[in-house]
């Protein structure tokens, strides 16, 4: 049923309603001042993201948590009571997309609506299409469509499993440590953080800026409770640096941008299955492979499906997961189920909810 404002609400033409008569999402090319009755404001240009190639969303977990906090401040103002509030968005069809993925995305974590519910009321109320589905940030043509739908999921999905907690994200230390010179790695799951590749021995990568080597994560990892590391790239430094330090190392190399070979996959799960502390693993930028040899656990033991974990870790450390990595993660999906459902002494494999899940590269949803 459509939520979009018809003529009579006096500057609300073509407005989404999400929460009835206090929250809306528009489309158009102006921000009106305020008025006595509605508030505007816009996120478009302060909240943005930083393309690899032609990659453009979803917004990262910061902004969102940016995001969440501008809203509960305009919801708790005393000057903003009574007033409706209005997130416009430009009709770039890029920067309403991600407009759309931040006020779909508070619908789902603050206000419990479900991911289905919360796509159903832009997919109904919005006229024409003004959203495009995001795209892996790769140089070659997209073929895996990731939706509205997809983020929303992702995010309600990894709320339900603890993989974080917004009341007790630490925004500065996300922004911080995603950096390449303070790190460049983000923490995924409780169970696992992706990492860039480091160095063996420090190099300026351009003046100002050099390489991280491996001693330069030995504190965080050890504060982050990290046992063991894994190695998805050639290498570029002696696995005793870490070994010396007090971590357990894995190899486990296979061709950049490229599938897991079933052995390596295998190996893979073996080694995150036995490994009672948290894995730290990267590649060469710590995006592609990385992020595919989580998904594969994430699915197995979690439920998750392909494209609630990719979603999700884009959404928690951009660019991952890319190419034909995508679409083996949608091949792998029913066989990590069904396994994790043996493990666990499941009789029967239910799958997990797949609304709006269509072909291997496409799925439903705006």
């Given at each position: 049923m459509s939520r979009m404002l018809g003529k009579d609400a006096a500057g609300l033409e073509g407005a989404v309603e999400l929460l009835q008569d206090r929250f809306y999402w528009q489309q158009r090319t102006d921000v009106p001042a305020e008025t006595a009755t509605v508030h505007y404001f816009c996120t478009d240009q302060t909240l943005c993201y930083e393309p690899f190639y032609d990659d453009f969303g979803p917004l990262n977990l910061s902004k969102f948590w940016r995001y969440v906090q501008l809203l509960r401040a305009k919801f708790a103002a005393a000057n903003l009571q009574g007033k409706r509030i209005v997130h416009v968005s430009s009709p770039d069809k890029r920067k309403s997309t991600n407009a759309a993925w931040l006020a779909g995305a508070y619908l789902v974590h603050e206000c419990d609506v479900s991911p289905e519910d919360a796509n159903d009321i832009f997919a109904s109320s919005v006229k024409g299409c003004p959203f495009v589905p995001f795209r892996d940030a790769s140089q070659a043509p997209s073929s895996f469509h990731l939706t509205l739908l997809d983020c929303f999921a992702g995010l309600w999905k990894a709320k339900q499993l603890q993989y974080?907690?917004?009341?007790?994200?630490?925004?500065?230390?996300?922004?911080h440590y995603e950096q390449v010179e303070h790190g460049d790695w983000n923490i995924i799951t409780p169970k696992f953080i992706a990492f860039s590749g480091p160095s063996g021995t420090k190099t300026e990568i351009y003046p100002g800026l050099y390489s991280m080597v491996p001693s330069d994560y030995f504190d965080?990892?050890?504060?982050?409770?990290?046992?063991?590391?894994?190695?998805?790239?050639?290498?570029?430094?002696?696995?005793?640096?870490?070994?010396?330090a007090g971590f357990r190392h894995h190899d486990l190399y296979f061709i950049d941008g490229s599938c897991p070979p079933e052995p390596i996959a295998?190996?893979?799960?073996?080694?995150?299955?036995?490994?009672?502390?948290?894995?730290?693993?990267?590649?060469?930028?710590?995006?592609?492979?990385?992020?595919?040899?989580?998904?594969l656990y994430c699915m197995k033991h979690h439920g998750m499906t392909a494209r609630e974990f990719i979603a999700w870790n884009r959404i928690v450390r951009p660019g991952s997961i890319i190419g034909p990595q995508q679409h083996y993660l949608c091949e792998w999906e029913s066989k990590m189920w069904a396994e994790g459902a043996r493990m666990r002494g499941e009789t029967g494999v239910k799958s997990p909810a797949t609304a709006g899940l269509g072909s291997e590269g496409k799925a439903g949803g705006v």
């Amino acid at each position: 049923m459509s939520r979009m404002l018809g003529k009579d609400a006096a500057g609300l033409e073509g407005a989404v309603e999400l929460l009835q008569d206090r929250f809306y999402w528009q489309q158009r090319t102006d921000v009106p001042a305020e008025t006595a009755t509605v508030h505007y404001f816009c996120t478009d240009q302060t909240l943005c993201y930083e393309p690899f190639y032609d990659d453009f969303g979803p917004l990262n977990l910061s902004k969102f948590w940016r995001y969440v906090q501008l809203l509960r401040a305009k919801f708790a103002a005393a000057n903003l009571q009574g007033k409706r509030i209005v997130h416009v968005s430009s009709p770039d069809k890029r920067k309403s997309t991600n407009a759309a993925w931040l006020a779909g995305a508070y619908l789902v974590h603050e206000c419990d609506v479900s991911p289905e519910d919360a796509n159903d009321i832009f997919a109904s109320s919005v006229k024409g299409c003004p959203f495009v589905p995001f795209r892996d940030a790769s140089q070659a043509p997209s073929s895996f469509h990731l939706t509205l739908l997809d983020c929303f999921a992702g995010l309600w999905k990894a709320k339900q499993l603890q993989y974080f907690d917004l009341e007790k994200f630490d925004c500065w230390e996300y922004e911080h440590y995603e950096q390449v010179e303070h790190g460049d790695w983000n923490i995924i799951t409780p169970k696992f953080i992706a990492f860039s590749g480091p160095s063996g021995t420090k190099t300026e990568i351009y003046p100002g800026l050099y390489s991280m080597v491996p001693s330069d994560y030995f504190d965080i990892w050890r504060k982050k409770g990290v046992g063991a590391v894994v190695r998805l790239n050639k290498k570029s430094y002696d696995s005793r640096d870490f070994t010396r330090a007090g971590f357990r190392h894995h190899d486990l190399y296979f061709i950049d941008g490229s599938c897991p070979p079933e052995p390596i996959a295998r190996r893979f799960l073996e080694i995150a299955e036995n490994e009672p502390g948290v894995l730290a693993i990267h590649c060469k930028a710590g995006l592609g492979r990385t992020g595919t040899l989580i998904g594969l656990y994430c699915m197995k033991h979690h439920g998750m499906t392909a494209r609630e974990f990719i979603a999700w870790n884009r959404i928690v450390r951009p660019g991952s997961i890319i190419g034909p990595q995508q679409h083996y993660l949608c091949e792998w999906e029913s066989k990590m189920w069904a396994e994790g459902a043996r493990m666990r002494g499941e009789t029967g494999v239910k799958s997990p909810a797949t609304a709006g899940l269509g072909s291997e590269g496409k799925a439903g949803g705006v």
